[in-house]
T-cell receptor, first 116, second 109 residues
């Protein structure tokens, strides 16, 4: 158990509303990631963080922003939700040093988001 | 960017059967992870394997980095092995993962 929780676990919202998903870890890991999972695509990286206030974009970052003001929390915000953002969102942490090839990732339980 | 392809996309097994899942990647990678997503959606780490062979119970994995593929072996399959198996390639020093589309495995009693 990598000590990762996500909240909420399920959310239904309407197009155009802002949504924030929270990822919380208890083990002081430096690296954190947000992915989305859609049928036929596996998981795709949205944003990642390599420290407090240090974040960068992933493969599918359009329409999303992130913040990390504390080591333990990584927030994903949809500024104005659209139906194409209906998905399952997973947070992950990297358990190790950040050196190349030394970054095994562990995943949280996921958040199912539906945008009507 | 790197492409990760998994085969077969679907697999139906009778309980007790053995199977091999394949993961091909289009470029060199720092590392390779295998995950099992159970029917409740949870992603479970199976192997973190840049090269060579590792075993964990009835599961084993082999990565041949020079030939850009990895194999996951399931022996004596059980119904609890059902779910989707993903491989993911670690592409840079930030640990970013590129996932394959997965292999859906159904084990029937």
């Amino acid at each position: 158990d990598a000590g990762i929780t996500q909240s909420p676990r399920h959310k239904v919202t309407e197009t155009g509303t802002p949504v924030t998903l929270r990822c919380h870890q208890t083990e002081n890991h430096r690296y954190m990631y947000w992915y989305r999972q859609d049928p036929g695509h596996g998981l795709r990286l949205i944003h990642y963080s390599y420290g407090v206030k240090d974040t960068d974009k992933g493969e599918v970052s359009d329409g999303y922003s992130v913040s990390r003001s504390k080591t333990e929390d990584f927030l994903l915000t949809l500024e104005s939700a659209t139906s194409s953002q209906t998905s399952v969102y997973f947070c992950a942490i990297s358990s190790t040093s950040g050196r190349a090839g030394d970054n095994e990732q562990f995943f949280g339980p996921g958040t199912r988001l539906t945008v009507l | 960017g790197i492409q990760v392809e998994q085969s077969p996309p679907d697999l139906i097994l009778q309980e007790g059967a053995n199977s091999t899942l394949r993961c091909n990647f289009s470029d060199s990678v720092n590392n390779l992870q295998w995950f099992h997503q159970n029917p409740w959606g949870q992603l479970i780490n199976l192997f973190y394997i840049p090269s060579g062979t590792k075993q964990n119970g009835r599961l084993s994995a082999t990565t041949v980095a020079t030939e850009r593929y990895s194999l996951l072996y399931i022996s004596s399959s059980q119904t609890t092995d059902s779910g989707v198996y993903f491989c993911a390639a670690e592409t840079d020093s930030w640990g970013k993962l590129q996932f394959g589309a997965g292999t859906q495995v159904v084990v029937t009693p």
